[in-house]
């Protein structure tokens, strides 16, 4: 059974400085919580700090002092091969670039996303296909990314991202390289897969998409200047 209120990641005074002749404390203390079931944008302008923020909750890099726990799991006390395998089972990464391999299919795509959990072929190819059906791809299981559209690759690497049931979807600029219809399209999904019990944490720039979210950690210059809880939606409008 899972747990609305479970903490799938905590953040406690996360700092990152890059080293050189001039240091640049790229974050600065950063503290939140994401609970399972939540839907949060990260917004901040650019050089605000949000990629940093990326890769120490996907902990694709180590924060220089503070803690991120991953399912209460302290990151620093892991092994770079142990957080491989709790990337690989635990979160799911949707980039602006999607990063599909060209020469395989939509399925064969997402199948590979499995590969480093160690499921087995067949049940891979299953999964992959069940994942792009829920991303409303069922009809484009053997197109490759040349033959999709843009908005079709995001919902390709979405469901690789999804396939493997992960804890947390880290969704970076996940419109950014879209037209407004199909980003509004992309952004619609992530919140469908949202109310489908998917934790989401989605960076942007866009104010205006993360002011559709409801949760919104603002940044800049590296610090947390703001995290707000919007107030429910109720039939498309906000309660006052
Ligand atoms: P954002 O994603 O919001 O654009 P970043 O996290 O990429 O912000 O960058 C935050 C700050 O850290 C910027 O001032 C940037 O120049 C600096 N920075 C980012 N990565 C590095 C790095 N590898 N080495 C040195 N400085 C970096």
Do not use: W
């Amino acid at each position: 059974m899972t747990d609305a209120s479970e903490p799938v990641l905590q953040l406690e005074n996360v700092s990152k400085i890059y080293p050189g002749a001039v240091p640049v404390t790229a974050l600065k203390d950063a503290t939140f919580t994401v609970h399972r079931g939540d839907l949060v944008a990260i917004v901040g302008p650019s050089g605000s700090g949000k990629s940093t923020l990326l890769q120490v909750m996907g902990t694709l890099d180590r924060p220089t002092s503070g803690t991120v726990r991953i399912l209460g799991d302290d990151a620093a006390a892991m092994s770079d091969r142990a957080l491989a395998g709790l990337r690989a089972e635990r979160i799911g990464f949707v980039f602006q670039q999607f990063f599909l391999a060209e020469h395989a299919t939509a399925v064969e795509n997402v199948a590979d996303g499995l590969l480093y959990a160690g499921v087995r072929h067949r049940q891979r190819m299953r999964a992959a296909a069940t994942a792009l059906e829920r991303v409303g791809l069922a009809h484009r299981l053997d197109h490759r990314p040349s033959q999709l559209s843009g908005g079709e690759r995001q919902r390709v690497a979405i469901a690789r991202a999804l396939a493997g049931d992960p804890a947390i979807v880290l969704a970076d600029e996940p419109t950014g390289n879209l037209d407004s219809v199909s980003g509004a399209a992309v952004h619609d999904l992530l919140t469908e897969l949202n109310a489908e019990g998917a934790t989401i944490i989605m960076i942007t720039h866009d104010r205006e998409l993360a002011a559709r979210l409801p949760r919104r950690i603002e940044v800049l210059d590296g610090r947390i200047v703001a995290d707000v809880t919007a107030a429910p939606l109720l039939a498309g409008r906000r309660l006052p």
